[in-house]
C-alpha cells in the first residue's frame, strides 16, 4: 500500500522567502515517482514538479525544487523567493508501479505568502 | 496549451436525480482518473483507467457509481440515484507514458441537495 503524509496543514511565509512544504511518503515498491501539485484558490489542480525513485540529483522547475531524501523517504518541496501568487494548497503524490500506477495525494498543505 | 476539458464546470441537482459528468482528455493520453475531492475526505481517487479499459474503480461506490470511456476522447462519471453526499468536486485528469504529471480538467462541482 502506499501512503503520502503531510504533516502541515498550514504554513506562512513571507513575501521574497523560501519555505519548505514536507511530505513522507511509505511504499515497499522500488520504483515509484513523486509529484506536486499546487491548487489555487480557484480549483484548479497544477502540477508543478516530479522526482523519480532512480533519479539521482534533487529535481528542479524555475524556483520549485524538491529535497528528495530516499533514505527517510521524504520529499519536501522548496519552493524560493516566494511570491504573493504562490497563496495555494500544495499536494504531495506518490505513483508507484506496483499499485497500478494510480496517484495517492497526501492532505495538503495551505500555504500563504504575506506582504 | 492541451487541457483536460470537463463539463458541465457546476452541477447543482435535487436528490435521486441521475447526474452525469464528461470528461475529454488529452489526445494521444492513455491513461485517465476520475477524483472527488471534498474538505473532509480531501482527493479520493474513484476510478481509473488505462488505454480505456477500467483498472481500479474499488474507490467508487458500486451501487450508484458508475465509470466509463465509450472512446478514447471521453470518459463519462454517472451517479445513480444522487445523494447530498455525493457533493464535492469531481477532478478528471489524464496522462501517458511518455510524461511523468498527470494533467488535471478544471473539475466538476456538484451539488445535491
Known amino acids: 500500500a502506499q501512503k503520502i503524509t503531510q504533516t502541515q496543514p498550514g504554513m506562512f511565509v513571507q513575501e521574497k522567502e523560501a519555505v519548505t512544504l514536507d511530505c513522507t511518503y511509505d511504499t515497499s515498491d522500488p520504483s515509484y515517482g513523486l509529484f506536486w501539485y499546487k491548487q489555487p484558490s480557484s480549483g484548479e489542480m497544477i502540477f508543478l514538479i516530479y522526482?523519480?525513485?532512480?533519479?539521482?540529483q534533487n529535481a528542479t522547475e524555475g524556483r520549485y525544487s524538491l529535497n528528495f531524501q530516499k533514505a527517510r523517504k521524504s520529499a519536501n518541496l522548496v519552493i524560493s523567493a516566494s511570491q504573493l501568487g504562490d497563496s495555494a494548497m500544495y499536494f504531495c503524490?506518490?505513483?508507484?508501479?506496483?499499485?497500478?500506477?494510480?496517484?495517492?495525494f497526501g492532505t495538503g498543505t495551505q500555504l500563504k505568502v504575506e506582504l | 496549451d492541451a487541457r483536460v476539458t470537463q463539463t458541465p464546470r457546476d452541477k447543482v441537482t435535487e436528490m435521486g436525480q441521475e447526474v452525469t459528468m464528461r470528461c475529454q482528455p488529452i489526445?494521444?493520453?492513455?491513461?485517465v482518473f476520475w477524483y472527488r475531492q471534498t474538505m473532509m475526505q480531501g482527493l479520493e481517487l474513484l476510478a481509473y483507467?488505462?488505454?480505456?479499459?477500467?483498472?481500479?474503480d474499488s474507490g467508487m461506490p458500486k451501487d450508484r457509481f458508475s465509470a466509463e470511456m465509450p472512446d478514447a476522447t471521453l470518459a463519462t462519471l454517472k451517479i445513480q440515484p444522487s445523494e447530498p453526499r455525493d457533493s464535492a468536486v469531481y477532478f478528471c485528469?489524464?496522462?501517458?507514458?511518455?510524461?511523468?504529471?498527470?494533467?488535471f480538467g478544471s473539475g466538476t462541482r456538484l451539488t445535491v441537495v
Open positions: 485528469a489524464s496522462g501517458s507514458d511518455s510524461q511523468y504529471g498527470y494533467t
Open positions: 483507467f488505462r488505454n480505456r479499459a477500467p483498472l481500479d
Open positions: 489526445l494521444g493520453h492513455n491513461t
Open positions: 522526482q523519480g525513485s532512480y533519479d539521482q
Open positions: 503524490a506518490m505513483r508507484a508501479r506496483g499499485g497500478g500506477n494510480k496517484l495517492t
